[in-house]
Structure formats: C-alpha cells, structure tokens
C-alpha cells in the first residue's frame, strides 16, 4: 500500500458501480447517445479495496469505454464470480476494438496507440496508473477485444464475506458535473478544457473542496475557445493533446483575441514531453 495511503474496507459492487455509472451518464455518454447497462444487481457482492482508488479505477475505464465508443453505440457492466474468494468486474464496449498487437502494449507507460480510420490518438498513462492501482490493492486487471467490434476491461480483486453496516458520511464522492453551480461566495470562474472525465472530476473536486469558484469545462479546443468569448473565465485550464485542435493552437487564438489575451491560461498534461515543446511557440503559458 506504501505511499498511495490505501484504506481498504468491504465495499459493495453494486453501489459504488451506479454511483460512478451515474457520474459517466451526466458527463460524456449523453453527448454520444451511448447506453449503458449497469448489470450488477446483487446485494451480497463485496470486494476488499480503497473506495477512492476504486471509483478512478472504474470511472477511467467507463470514460475510456464511452471515448473509444461509437455513436449510438453501448456499454455494459458485470460482476462475477472467479473464485470463491475473487470477484471479477467487468465493463464491455462496441467500440473500435485493439489488435492483438496493441494488447501487448496497452499498459505500458506513455504507450499511445494508433486506432485506424479514427481521430483517437491513444490512451495515455490512464491505464498504466489503473494497473497499478488495482495491483495495489491485491488485485489484477485484463482485456479482451476484437478489432471493429470492442473490448471488455476486467479486474479482479480479492472479495469481502459476510454481512456489512457502514457509515456513509464516509463515503467519498466527487460532485458530478451537472451538480456544480455557482457557490453563493464564488469569486473566481475557470474554464477546465480537457476532454478526459476522470480529470476533469478529479480538478472540480479539488477547487469544490477550496470554495469559491466555478468550473465550467470543454470537451475540445474548439468549444472551449467559444466558451472563453461567452464566459469570460478568470482562468484558463489547457490539457495539450485534444482531439482536433491541439492546446498549443488553442493558445495562440486566445492571446491574439482581444478579449481573451489577459486570462491567465496554465498548461496541464500528463505528457512529460509537452513541456519541451514550450520554447518553440510563440505564445506561452503563464
């Protein structure tokens, strides 16, 4: 557990899992028209893990699953039983699928992997980080897929026998997107252009938790540079690689516009390597 500073505590499956299905349906499956089934229906199954470090698991493969979607497409959720002592939880796209030569590599760190005939420029270091965290947590993690028809992310983790009471007021929740108003002290308006959800939960958490601000968000470069015409932010938040136009270009527009070239706009990326491509622009991140 080291540093990561685990609580592992029984939880039950099929309420964190329509807690953090709830959350992927205000955010990115509406905007694709992608249905999700949630079939996880009994009481009785609980696994031994951190009940944070559970949600960003499942909520990155949920946004994973809705972002290499297609539209109209689907998403459904299982949970099953491996073994008497493992449980296995699933959650199966119809989107584009991976070669089994991209398998290989899915969880290397900063592997991007190439879709064809998509816009879609890899994964990241999303699944590497939920590799570690379910191996954190005694458990391990796989999937299947078929080119052109989807993929299936499973993990397994240890389960949790017996009969439970808890305390709810310790449950830890992020506010969902729908749900952030205005605080009636709000000062500060900031503008989160990123078009990953578990990033965009984890940053409005965080300001939620300091108070006074409020935070609207842009799935891509190209609605965001509207949003800053029309919302007039404090502060700007810029992922580097979106889809479409990049955060670099996006940059440029908003300190050549009259009425956007004072907001502070800051850079945040999990791309070690963006940073090195700062001396190159003309304009710069504050």
């Known amino acids: 557990e080291g540093y990561l500073g685990l609580i592992i505590e029984p939880i039950q499956v099929k309420k964190v899992m329509q807690e953090c299905a709830n959350k992927i349906q205000i ?19 609980y696994v031994e893990a951190d009940r944070m470090r559970l949600k960003q698991v499942i909520i990155n493969l949920l946004s ?28 199966s796209d119809t ?22 005939h998509s816009s879609i420029e890899g994964t990241g270091i999303g699944l590497t980080v939920t590799k570690q965290l379910i191996e954190a947590m005694q458990g391990t993690i796989g999937v299947d897929s078929i080119p052109g028809k989807g993929s299936t992310f499973w993990f397994e983790l240890p389960r949790a026998m017996g009969i439970f009471n808890f305390d709810e007021s310790k ?20 503008l989160y252009i990123e078009d990953n959800l578990p990033n965009v939960l984890m940053i409005t958490e965080a300001l939620n938790q ?19 015409q029309t919302e007039t932010p404090d502060l700007i938040l810029m992922d580097i690689q979106l889809p479409g136009m990049d955060g670099y270009a996006a940059l440029q527009i908003l300190k050549n516009s009259d009425k956007t070239c004072n907001i ?23």
């Not at 955010?27 to 009481?43: C, F, H, S, Y």
């Not at 809705?66 to 099953?80: A, L």
């Open 27 to 45: 955010g990115l499956v509406a905007m694709q028209n992608i249905t999700l089934t949630n079939k996880i229906d009994e009481d009785s199954l």
């Open 64 to 91: 994973n699953a809705v972002k290499y979607n297609r539209e109209d497409g689907s998403i459904s959720i299982e949970c099953n039983a491996v073994a008497d002592d493992r449980l296995r939880i699933s959650v």
């Open 95 to 116: 989107g584009v699928g991976i070669s089994q030569e991209n398998l290989a590599k899915l969880f290397d760190p900063f592997e991007r992997l190439t879709f064809t």
């Open 171 to 190: 449950s830890w929740e992020i506010a969902p997107l729908s749900e952030t108003q205005t605080p009636a002290n709000s000062e500060h308006k900031v």
């Open 210 to 228: 300091r108070g006074g601000y409020q935070v609207v968000n842009s799935l891509t470069a190209e609605e965001g540079l509207e949003l800053a």
């Open 264 to 286: 502070p706009v800051i850079a945040i990326s999990g791309d070690p390597l963006s940073a090195d491509q700062q001396s190159d622009q003309k304009a710069v991140f504050d």
